[in-house]
């Protein structure tokens, strides 16, 4: 069914010249749509807009009536969008978000981004790389909110609702950018002194074997992070044993921290550990090198300035 529709700012109560060749819908109504297509639940998008889950859900009621679609299926446990209500959610949400993205550049005209940047990324690379220099961020742009969601899953960062992904690695989507934050991450072996107690620290690599080692794998793949170090030129690869797996590095320091066996992490991030003596630094002679974090986001013509100033200051506050 093709169907054209008008999309107005106003109140229900103004008329168009239009009104009698095409039923309008609000731009109030497409933004409660957006945002319950996002998080496909009611009682999410009613305190993302401020408002009430019974006003959000007599808005996508109206919507549905003036598209005469049903846009959700909806049940006493999960929401879910229907064929009609997924099409529309993979068109508008681009286009919602160049409006957006306009009234940013509008507010620029005063030289003071604002505005809220919302910024996926793992746990790591969030501790090493964003918290250390959030706070001078705020400081420095009093009109710009952060919103952070953490996690491992490296995921459509646009339909999510997010302007910003931060990952290992830059392999991306060809819309979108990938700029490096950081140097390459070194990975070294660690482990609580209390965990040699009665056992002997490993002097070479193939020690390693015959110790407990905490092994971790990327989150959903199922593809494990493998123990490689440079040693003399070369890579050497050493397929360890143990019986802790996590798909989380904070997990496997924390464990290491307890003394529950040898960890390989990243240095930056067990920094604090290992100032504090909490780790200690095993087969200091060898450490793997993984790849740097990247920052990226959508391609656009005109970025918008609160993307533009959190992009500038976190790279030029972790240059290497």
């Given at each position: 069914?093709?169907?054209?529709?008008?999309?107005?700012?106003?109140?229900?109560?103004?008329?168009?010249?239009?009104?009698?060749a095409?039923?309008?819908?609000?731009?109030?109504?497409?933004?409660?749509?957006?945002s319950?297509?996002r998080?496909?639940?009611?009682?999410?998008?009613?305190?993302?807009?401020?408002?009430t889950?019974?006003?959000v859900?007599?808005?996508?009621?109206?919507?549905?009536?003036?598209?005469?679609?049903?846009?959700?299926?909806r049940?006493?446990?999960?929401?879910?969008?229907?064929?009609?209500?997924?099409?529309?959610?993979?068109?508008?949400?681009?286009?919602?978000?160049?409006?957006?993205?306009?009234?940013?550049?509008?507010?620029?005209?005063?030289?003071?981004?604002?505005?809220?940047?919302?910024v996926?990324?793992?746990?790591?690379?969030y501790?090493?790389l964003?918290?250390?220099?959030?706070?001078?961020?705020?400081?420095?742009f009093?009109?710009?909110?952060?919103?952070?969601?953490?996690?491992?899953?490296?995921?459509?960062?646009?339909?999510?609702?997010?302007?910003?992904?931060?990952?290992?690695?830059?392999?991306?989507?060809?819309?979108?950018?990938?700029?490096?934050?950081?140097?390459?991450?070194r990975?070294?072996?660690?482990?609580?002194?209390?965990?040699?107690?009665g056992?002997?620290?490993?002097?070479?690599?193939?020690?390693?074997?015959?110790?407990?080692?905490?092994?971790?794998?990327?989150?959903?793949?199922?593809?494990?992070?493998?123990?490689?170090f440079d040693?003399?030129?070369?890579?050497?690869?050493?397929?360890?044993?143990g019986?802790?797996?996590?798909?989380?590095?904070?997990?496997?320091?924390?464990?290491?921290?307890?003394?529950?066996?040898?960890?390989?992490?990243?240095?930056?991030?067990?920094?604090?550990?290992?100032?504090?003596?909490?780790?200690?630094?095993?087969?200091?002679q060898?450490?793997g090198?993984?790849?740097?974090?990247?920052?990226?986001?959508?391609?656009?013509?005109?970025?918008?300035?609160?993307?533009?100033a959190f992009?500038?200051?976190?790279?030029?506050a972790?240059?290497?």
């Amino acid at each position: 069914m093709n169907t054209k529709f008008t999309i107005r700012a106003g109140a229900e109560g103004e008329r168009s010249a239009e009104s009698h060749a095409s039923p309008p819908v609000y731009l109030q109504g497409l933004l409660t749509f957006e945002s319950v297509a996002r998080h496909l639940n009611f009682s999410k998008a009613a305190s993302e807009l401020g408002v009430t889950p019974t006003a959000v859900s007599r808005t996508i009621k109206t919507v549905e009536g003036q598209l005469n679609v049903r846009l959700f299926n909806r049940t006493t446990r999960s929401v879910s969008l229907t064929e009609a209500g997924a099409t529309l959610s993979s068109k508008l949400s681009p286009a919602l978000a160049l409006i957006k993205d306009s009234l940013s550049e509008t507010l620029l005209a005063t030289d003071q981004p604002s505005g809220t940047v919302r910024v996926n990324s793992s746990y790591v690379a969030y501790r090493t790389l964003i918290e250390p220099h959030l706070p001078e961020f705020l400081a420095g742009f009093p009109l710009i909110h952060v919103e952070i969601s953490l996690d491992n899953v490296l995921g459509d960062i646009v339909n999510s609702g997010y302007d910003i992904g931060i990952r290992m690695g830059k392999r991306v989507q060809n819309d979108m950018v990938a700029k490096q934050l950081g140097a390459a991450q070194r990975r070294i072996v660690v482990a609580a002194p209390d965990y040699f107690r009665g056992r002997t620290e490993p002097k070479a690599l193939d020690d390693l074997l015959k110790h407990d080692c905490i092994r971790q794998r990327y989150s959903g793949g199922g593809r494990w992070f493998e123990w490689k170090f440079d040693a003399d030129g070369q890579t050497v690869q050493i397929e360890v044993h143990g019986r802790l797996l996590f798909d989380e590095m904070k997990s496997v320091v924390d464990a290491a921290v307890q003394g529950q066996g040898i960890g390989f992490v990243f240095e930056d991030f067990a920094k604090q550990e290992l100032a504090g003596g909490q780790l200690q630094r095993v087969l200091k002679q060898h450490s793997g090198m993984d790849d740097a974090f990247h920052l990226y986001y959508p391609h656009r013509t005109h970025m918008p300035g609160k993307l533009r100033a959190f992009i500038d200051f976190m790279t030029d506050a972790n240059a290497a």
